[in-house]
């Protein structure tokens, strides 16, 4: 073995400086890490067995309660399908209408839909959800108009 000691330039042992990094070995760890992890990650999720009902369509002979429309004009005036109301008399003459229509029974399967003016006041239209809500009347909905 013989060393080079002499400055000269270019010989047949001359020892230059490497500037490039070797990306193979960096790349192999890469490629085995990620094979690593495609093989563990399918075994490490976690499958919880539930148990579903199964799904029955619903019988024709059975269709859905139909709603009772409660209506709120621009000046205040309150009317369950055509039949006008006051606040205070809300709950006893929506229970009327409910039973008229075959409907009585629990307040949880009565259904209300509620359209109103769109220049009601923002207190009579919250006055009169909040007279549901306290009657015990969940099942309400907002009736609007479509924008075309």
Do not use: C
């Amino acid at each position: 073995m013989a060393a080079k000691l002499s400055g000269g330039g270019g010989g047949r042992y001359s020892l230059n400086q490497n500037s490039e990094i070797n990306v193979t070995p960096f790349v192999d760890i890469l490629l085995v890490l990620l094979i690593i992890f495609m093989v563990a990650v399918p075994m490490a999720t976690v499958a919880i067995k539930v148990d579903l009902p199964p799904a029955i369509p619903n019988p024709e002979n059975i269709k859905p309660k139909e709603p009772v429309f409660i209506s709120i004009q621009k000046s205040g005036a309150i009317f369950i399908a055509d039949k006008q109301t006051s606040l205070d008399n809300l709950e006893i003459d929506l229970d009327a209408k409910f039973t008229a229509t075959g409907q009585a029974g629990p307040k949880d399967d009565q259904r209300v839909m509620i359209r109103a003016d769109a220049d009601v006041l923002y207190a009579d239209f919250m006055g009169v959800l909040n007279q549901l809500q306290t009657a015990g009347w969940f099942k309400v909905g907002l009736i609007n108009e479509d924008i075309h």
